[in-house]
Structures are given as structure tokens and as C-alpha cells.
């Protein structure tokens, strides 16, 4: 049972556009939430991570928006860039043991020039 | 990659034959992890350690096992490979409460 449903599964921008990943989940206990970038032939690389007690974190061009009423999150790349393509994974983590992660199946990421 | 160090990087192993895949990290970090990964799957936790002899299973667990005898060390054994468990092999540290998990470059494996 799949305990983080993520889309879309792969996602197609200009660059300049805006990307956004969605997320949802079900486990009420999950209280924090972080995104992975993962390039090819590479090990996931955290990119930004939100508590359920803030709506929205920015870091740079990257910013989650969280809902926690609906229990959803999603990631939205400002300004895409060739170099933003890689594959994204929403994760969710309950308790202080941050790498005990509960992962969707991932956003295959493309932006054309 | 945070002094993580996965090795074999690569590996072809026939079925029914053991294999065992080697975590190394240089960060004294107390908690390590295993985790799988399968097209259309994201990643999976297989095991993880919280301490020295210290284990405990995650999603994925059946037909692996795992050992922690040193800190910086963490194992993980398929008994008997079977053609299912080919997948990209990421392992994980991460410090006290409150520090994220950082990964290694994978290991790939086919069992043929």
C-alpha cells in the first residue's frame, strides 16, 4: 500500500515555466515532509523539506506549498531550467529518525530550452 | 555524497547464489538504512540500523538480511538472489534527531 501517491508521473515544461509536483498522503503521524532530486546514475539529493506547522517554504526558486487539512503537499519549481530535469520523490517521515522515509513513485522531470 | 560509500557499484549474480552489498560512512552517523529501487516503485526501505547490533525491518524486507557490527558499517545479504531483487541498491545515514537523510551513489545489481 502505497503510503505517498505522487503525480504526475513525468511532467514536460518550457524553460521559464513553472513545474509542480503534487503529493497526498493518509498517515496523520507523518510530520515532515521533504523532497528529493535524483539525477541519473546518482544517489536522491535532499532539495527542500516542510512541518506540517507552516504552510509554505520557499528556498530560492524551489517552494512546497502544504495543506495539511488535505493532507497535501506539493512542490513548484519557479523559472525551470535544463538543468532542473532529473527525477523528484515527495517522501514522508514520521518521528525524529529522518531517514525512515516513506516515498511516491517519483516525477520524471523535463524542461526543453 | 556526505562520506557514504557503496560498494560493489556494480554486480551480475546468478540466482540462488548469496550476495552481500557494503555500506562505509565516514560521518559517525548512528542510524544507516537500505533502501531498494524499482521503476514505477520510488524507493523502498528494506532495513535499517539505529546503533551497533541494532536493527530492524522496513517495507521490503523479505529475503534480506542485514548486519551493523561497526558504526561506519552496514550490511545487507541476499541469502539466495532471486531475479526479483534486481534494483538499484541506495543505502542512508542519517545523524541525531533532526538531520536529514543523505544517500549513496547506489549499487546495481542484476541476478540473472
Known amino acids: 500500500q502505497q503510503q505517498v501517491k505522487q503525480s504526475p508521473q513525468s511532467l514536460i515544461v518550457q524553460k521559464g515555466g513553472i513545474s509542480i509536483i503534487n503529493c497526498a498522503y493518509e498517515?496523520?503521524?507523518?510530520?515532515?515532509f521533504p523532497w528529493y532530486q535524483q539525477f541519473p546514475g546518482k544517489g536522491p539529493a535532499l532539495l527542500i523539506a516542510i512541518r506540517p506547522d507552516v504552510s509554505e517554504k520557499k528556498e530560492g526558486r524551489f517552494t512546497i506549498s502544504f495543506n495539511k487539512s488535505a493532507k497535501q503537499f506539493s512542490l513548484h519549481i519557479m523559472d525551470s531550467q535544463p538543468g532542473d530535469s532529473a527525477t523528484y520523490f515527495c517522501?514522508?517521515?514520521?518521528?525524529?529518525?529522518?531517514?525512515?522515509?516513506?516515498f511516491g513513485r517519483g516525477t520524471q522531470l523535463t524542461v526543453w530550452p | 555524497d556526505a562520506g557514504i560509500t557503496q560498494s560493489p557499484r556494480h554486480k551480475v549474480t546468478e540466482t540462488g547464489t548469496p550476495v552481500t552489498l557494503r555500506c562505509h560512512q565516514t560521518e559517525n552517523h548512528r542510524y544507516m538504512y537500505w533502501y531498494r529501487q524499482d521503476p514505477g516503485h520510488g524507493l523502498r526501505l528494506i532495513h535499517y540500523s539505529y546503533g551497533v547490533k541494532d536493527t530492524d525491518k522496513g517495507e521490503v524486507s523479505d529475503g534480506y538480511s542485514v548486519s551493523r557490527s561497526k558504526t561506519e558499517d552496514f550490511l545487507l545479504t541476499l541469502e539466495s538472489a532471486t531475479s526479483s531483487q534486481t534494483s538499484v541498491y541506495f543505502c542512508?545515514?542519517?545523524?541525531?534527531?533532526?538531520?536529514?537523510?543523505?544517500f549513496g551513489q547506489g549499487t546495481r545489481l542484476t541476478v540473472v
Open positions: 542512508a545515514i542519517s545523524g541525531q534527531s533532526g538531520t536529514e537523510a543523505f
Open positions: 517522501a514522508a517521515n514520521r518521528g525524529s529518525t529522518l531517514g525512515r522515509l516513506y
Open positions: 498517515n496523520t503521524a507523518f510530520d515532515y
